[in-house]
């Protein structure tokens, strides 16, 4: 019987009731000298995704949705990650800049964690914000399979919120008796990618989740989904958005569609409504139409003092310095044609290329040569061109880029460790090379990345 599920939930519903931050338990343990702030464990667990049925999942520490890691802005945090599955794998911390040797990517980083390993991961994260942990192996079925959690950041500076609510966004590639379906077909990896049958915010399809009537609100939608973009709105309540992609926005900006690729986070605050049993309808936009994805209701006791909405604090990113920055071009591209490599049922599609290149695989006596090598402590802007006519959020490790412009709109700078190319779109992106090693730079529908999208860069 899948627990987990219900643990999550009354852990969010105590932090309703909190003035704060949630409070989701830690786990703690003493062995020897040492105590970890957490126990990460990867392992295939069953769930009940779809009521009656098993689902064979991978999952963190027994269920879904996976723990809420929680660590504080310039403090260390330390996990000690189990490898329990029947394959290797690493954790990679999407959107954290943390020291190469934390990331998370096999060869690159670390070697990879066998079945029945542990490998202790530890890093002082210095951005607040709403960030995601996940396998940098065999991502198609390791994420697919639900290997995907939050780690948020709470700010050194604490911020008041009423709730906090974590948001998993995921289609599950399930058949109607839980079974897994195939997460990839050529045809489809060649265009938008498979998107899985049965959607879900944290594992359960349309959630309610109970909020006090007049409180603020802070919504952490996270895409941790393979394939799939999202199209967030509140239609019918008014909602700001705080943070994109983990990074605050100078000014909250009301919140009207905003689009997620795979990868991509967004923080939105709202104030609930002041009356009990009220209900704040959140959709995802598909063309015109709008789809329900989760709802908030209003219960208990209301809030007696007034809630504003105010900006978060900022991180502490480097300034680039752009007048003195180097610009490289990176150009998206697809190749008509590609026969398979191989005919052994492995997918060794290759459709998408990086500046010519398309992703060979790695290991551990084969690294292929970086897409570009930096010099540390420069600026560079990088003039992404997607050449393709298909969307890809592009991802670079251990580096938030400052977004500069588009060719398609227009918007106030932001900051983002996930930028997201609409076909035939040129953006720019700036940043410092201030963090050595060699960070990977990938597209984050997965399919795409295994299928070419995929390269790194070296800082040194
Ligand atoms: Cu979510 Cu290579 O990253
Ligand atoms: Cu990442
Ligand atoms: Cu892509």
Not at 98 to 111: A, C, K, R, T
Not at 221 to 239: C, E, G, S
Not at 289 to 314: C, D, H, Q, W, Y
């Amino acid at each position: 019987m899948p627990l987990s599920r219900r643990t999550f939930l009354s852990g969010l519903g105590s932090s309703l009731t909190l003035a704060a931050c949630s409070q989701l338990p830690k786990f703690s343990l003493t062995s020897g000298n040492e105590e970890y702030d957490y126990i990460l464990t990867a392992e295939p667990a069953p769930i009940e995704l779809i009521p009656g049925t098993t689902t064979p999942a991978w999952c963190f520490n027994q269920g879904f949705p996976s723990p809420v890691i929680r660590a504080k802005q310039g403090k260390e945090v330390r996990i000690l990650f189990r490898n329990r599955l029947p394959e290797a794998t690493t954790i990679h911390w999407h959107g954290l800049r943390i020291p190469i040797e934390m990331d998370g990517v096999p060869f690159l980083s670390q070697p990879p964690i066998q079945p029945g390993e542990d490998f202790l991961y530890r890093f002082t994260p210095p951005d607040a914000g709403t960030f995601w942990y996940h396998p940098h192996v065999n991502s198609l079925v390791q994420l697919g399979k639900g290997l995907v959690g939050p780690i948020i950041v709470d700010e050194a500076e604490p911020v008041a919120f009423d709730a906090d609510l974590p948001l998993m966004m995921k289609n599950w590639h399930i058949n109607d008796d839980g079974s897994f379906a195939p997460f990839t077909s050529p045809r489809a990896a060649f265009r938008m990618g498979t998107p899985g049958a049965f959607e879900s915010v944290n594992g359960i399809q349309n959630p309610s989740y109970p909020v006090r009537p007049g409180s603020l609100v802070r919504l952490r939608f996270l895409n941790v989904d393979n394939t799939v973009m999202y199209k967030v709105a509140i239609p019918d309540h008014q909602a700001w958005i705080i943070a994109i992609d983990g990074s605050p926005v100078a000014k909250p900006i009301p919140l009207e569609q905003h689009e997620m690729g795979p990868g991509m986070r967004l923080d939105v605050a709202l104030i609930a409504p002041a009356e009990s049993g009220a209900t704040v309808s959140i959709k995802n936009a598909k063309g015109r139409l709008l789809f329900n994805m989760l709802e908030l209701k209003t219960e208990g006791e209301p809030i007696a003092a007034a809630r504003s909405i105010t900006p978060l604090p900022v991180n502490p990113l480097p300034e680039p310095d752009l007048d003195n920055a180097e610009t490289i071009n990176f150009v998206f591209e697809w190749e008509g044609a590609v026969t398979p490599v191989n005919r052994d049922g492995k997918t060794n599609y290759k459709f998408w290329t990086m500046n010519r290149r398309a992703w060979e695989g790695m290991s551990a006596d084969n690294i292929p040569e970086p897409l570009a090598t930096l010099e540390l402590g420069k600026t560079y802007i990088f003039r992404l061109k997607n050449v393709t006519p298909h969307s890809h959020p592009i991802h670079l490790h251990g580096f938030i880029w400052s977004v500069l412009r588009s060719n398609q709109k227009a918007f106030d700078l932001f900051h983002t460790d996930t930028v997201l190319l609409q076909k035939n779109e040129m953006v720019e992106v700036a940043f410092v090379a201030d963090n050595p090693g060699h960070w990977m730079y990938h597209c984050h529908v997965i399919e795409h990345m295994k299928t070419g999208l995929m390269g790194y860069i070296t800082v040194k």
